[in-house]
């Protein structure tokens, strides 16, 4: 029996993977990743960076992505709690502009795979929250884009009614609209 199921969200390629957890009296344990298993079940990705970030409840981050070197994301909370967001920026894709968010939480067992070709970002809903994430490519801060978190054509329902207060950096708030960046992913080629 495999550690890892695929749960398919309603965009193509965008993956929920729930992971078995093994609990008794002192706790529980899980595998996190693990290639050999992962590729059991179709997914064969090369991860070659990991990430962790913390953040206070209520910090918006995003919606970023990569313009050339895209990165796909394996993410997990491991304390804390976060609204996770994907939005679909691959040209060719019929879900184009298009998002999915889920909750992910301290020992939900969930991972959430984002491919190369989103823009990502995360709310966080409980203090002292900690972001885990592995990545296809390596950060090239040169070629970090993003879209504003509010765009209205993509129309995210953020739940932002639960948290009390609202953080989000100055670079984030200067992000693009879609409408821009389309202009700008058209000239890259993707």
């Not at 939005?87 to 939480?105: A, C, H, M, Q």
């Not at 884009?145 to 995210?156: A, K």
Request: with cysteine; hydrophobic share 35%; proline share 4%.
């Amino acid at each position: 029996m495999s550690k890892f199921k695929i749960i398919e969200t309603p965009i193509k390629d965008l993956l929920i993977i729930e992971t078995r957890i093994f609990k008794d009296e002192r706790g529980f344990f899980m595998e996190t990743y693990n290639q050999k298993e992962f590729e059991e079940i179709g997914l064969n990705i090369q991860f070659v960076q990991d990430n962790l970030s913390k953040s206070k409840k209520g910090v918006l981050r995003g919606l970023h992505f990569q313009i050339k070197h895209p990165q796909g994301k394996l993410i997990r909370v491991i304390k804390g709690g976060v609204y996770d967001v994907a939005v679909d920026l691959r040209l060719n894709s019929p879900t184009f502009g298009k998002w999915f968010g889920i909750e992910l939480k301290e020992g939900d067992g969930l991972a959430f795979y984002i491919p190369e070709g989103f823009a990502h970002g995360f709310l966080t809903l409980e203090e002292e929250t900690y972001f885990f994430y592995k990545c296809t490519d390596i950060y090239y801060a040169e070629y970090d884009n993003g879209v504003i978190w509010n765009d209205p054509e993509i129309n995210i329902n953020w739940p932002i009614d639960k948290v009390e207060n609202l953080t989000i950096s100055e670079k984030d708030k200067k992000l693009p609209l879609l409408k821009e960046i389309v202009k700008v992913l058209k000239e890259e080629g993707n």
